[in-house]
């Protein structure tokens, strides 16, 4: 299997470095497309010191990290596809586990799951703002997923192509999830560690990307 990583990026110098270099030790990660989202810091040049032939760097206007995804999305090469945010929150360590999964009989989407692994306190906000989301998701689309919102989404490349995605911002996660829920493919998750980051240390996602994804979910289960 040959799997893709997107990396959206946007003023992640402090911690863009050393996510590339986590990934490009990975064994189960062939292709690295990062996606530098006009950053305005030392974000691109942090990027281009890391060498290595999986990695293919391009960067584009200030859109959000749904229009970096879309945009990566369009390079990648893989068999399969994998979103890693830039910050260290997720641990590419843990995408192994992912892989993994796939060999399981019909497991085609695999998610890595924060609250069934072990993670760091979470901000409580964001912890309840998840748990709305999930309960909003598995009630309308009559599922029992525990992190839909989660950055770790393992998905057939063709399948995350064909979902047409729209999504420019924070909104790109729930809209995943519904499109892979509504074609009637399950949901396979696996432990994985997480280490979220304050809004001192760069966190970027706010309540009002909340109201955005229950928009999104109550659309896509409509149409």
Not at 18 to 35: C, D, F, G, P, T
Not at 51 to 57: E, F, L, N, R, Y
Not at 127 to 155: A, Q, W
Request: charge should be positive.
């Amino acid at each position: 299997m040959k799997l893709s990583v997107i990396v959206p990026v946007y003023n992640e110098q402090e911690t863009v470095d050393l996510v590339l270099k986590k990934l490009v030790k990975a064994r189960s990660v062939n292709e690295i497309i990062v996606v530098d989202d006009g950053s305005t810091d030392n974000t691109w040049k942090k990027i281009k010191k890391v060498k290595s032939k999986k990695i293919q760097a391009f960067q584009k206007e200030n859109g959000g990290k749904g229009s970096a995804v879309r945009y990566g999305l369009k390079k990648v090469t893989g068999d399969y596809t994998l979103i890693q945010d830039a910050d260290l929150e997720y641990d590419p360590v843990d995408i192994k586990y992912l892989v993994e999964a796939t060999k399981k009989d019909n497991v085609e989407v695999v998610y890595g799951s924060r609250f069934i692994g072990p993670h760091s306190n979470l901000l409580f906000w964001h912890r309840l703002g998840n748990s709305l989301l999930n309960f909003f998701v598995n009630i309308l689309y009559n599922t029992t997923l525990s992190d839909m919102e989660t950055c770790y989404k393992l998905v057939p490349t063709d399948l995350m192509k064909s979902l047409d995605l729209k999504a420019n911002k924070f909104d790109l996660e729930p809209e995943i999830t519904c499109k892979i829920l509504k074609k009637g493919v399950n949901i396979f998750e696996v432990p994985i560690s997480y280490v979220g980051r304050s809004f001192e240390e760069g966190k970027k996602i706010t309540w009002k990307d909340g109201f955005s994804a229950f928009w999104v979910i109550t659309k896509l289960k409509i149409t």
